[in-house]
């Protein structure tokens, strides 16, 4: 499990057998990640039947501009806003995701987090989130959708966890998100342990309890999907995180992987989601 938190804000440095999880204050977006013609038009034939629009948004402390893309199905005023984790971005590799999504005839919204990919500023988790709100209050105020679902894929379903703890939405999907660090940590193999004699661990996130933001504050729908991989078959956090859950609709799916990213390959991603997607709307009417 902590192998999947290695993104550009956790860093994990196994070193003298000293375990490490810093967040990384990067000064610069990702080299090379521009939106250029060419990458519009690979995105125009891998959705054909959506208009795609580049959005751009200052940050609110003006230090920075978040890009992204939006995807606008003609049939659909259901919108999902994809929280991807920040080892991926828009112009590098986040066509899997999108695809993936795309098959739910949705509109979809995906930014680029600030620092990473085609935005610019500094990137730190406290931005992150609150990078996020600003997006989801702007895209409710001026596109006006029936509903927005937040996706939190890997380390970003910790920021959508917190966005969701204050930020009003219709639905939440957590994909192979971590209870506590230190949850996350005693899911490393014994073989792993054995070689670490010290951990050392940044405050923000020694503070993560994304099972604390559901019992505690988040009661809206929630599907939660774990991914069963041969070093942890029993997706025990995933299953923590819906025990505790308050939501009325709540649904645990479980999708068996060699790697994480495989798992947007799943059929069975595509119908939890068209599922979850059903009821949450038939909740609403």
Known sequence: MTKLMITTLVSIFLAGCVLQIKEL????????SQFTQKTVDRWLDNFPAYHLTLMKMDTEDKLAT??????????SKDLIFIVADDRMNLVKNGLPILKAIA??????VMFDPRGHGTSSGKPTIADWVKDTKTQITRIRQELNPDSITLYGFIFGSTIAAYVAKTTPIEGLVLQHAFTTVNDALSQVPSWKRAL??????DDVFKSIDNAKILAEHYNAPLLIIG????????IKMSQTLFDVSQSPLKRLVGIEVKQSIDALHSPKLIQAF????KQNRALRQ
């Not at 670490?196 to 661990?201: A, D, L, Q, R, T």
């Open 66 to 75: 978040t890009r992204g893309l939006m995807l606008n199905h003609p049939d």
């Open 274 to 277: 068209k599922r979850f997607i």
């Open 196 to 201: 670490i004699y010290s951990v050392e661990v």
């Open 25 to 32: 204050n990067r000064s610069r977006p990702n080299e090379g």
């Open 227 to 234: 991914h069963q991989t041969p070093e942890d078959p029993t």
């Open 103 to 108: 098959s739910l005839n949705t509109d979809i």
